[in-house]
């Protein structure tokens, strides 16, 4: 199971946290990571991390949104600074176990960010 939290209404050039928990049985190999969906749009890969602390992010995040991960708590959070209009969405944490490839997705949570 994952939940996530940090959603809300921020205006451009805001800064929002998201932060995404997992619980049950988790392999100690997995990557983690946020992917968002705007209206009408699909559903698009922001950012994710493996258990080395290997990032990789969309180019249109980079430099502005930051991942990292509690590998203790299972926990992974998404920094996400210097905010857009465009970065307006419903944000989903998810969990990739390896090497079974099981793959897991949160609730969402929205984000919003006016001009």
């Known amino acids: 199971q994952l939940v996530e939290s940090g959603g809300g209404l921020v205006q451009a050039g805001g800064s929002l946290r998201l932060s995404c928990a997992a619980s049950?049985?988790?392999?100690?190999?997995?990557?983690m990571g946020w992917y968002r969906q705007a209206p009408g749009k699909q559903r698009e890969l922001v950012a994710t991390i493996n258990i080395g602390d290997i990032t990789n992010y969309a180019d249109s995040v980079k430099g502005r949104f930051t991942i990292s991960r509690n590998n203790s708590k299972n926990t992974v959070f998404l920094q996400m600074n210097s905010l857009k209009p465009e970065d307006t969405a419903v944000y989903y944490c998810?969990?990739?176990?390896?090497?079974?490839?099981?793959?897991?997705w949160g609730q969402g949570t929205q984000v919003t960010v006016s001009s």
């Open positions: 998810n969990l990739v176990l390896i090497p079974t490839q099981n793959t897991y």
């Open positions: 049950g049985t988790i392999t100690s190999m997995n990557v």
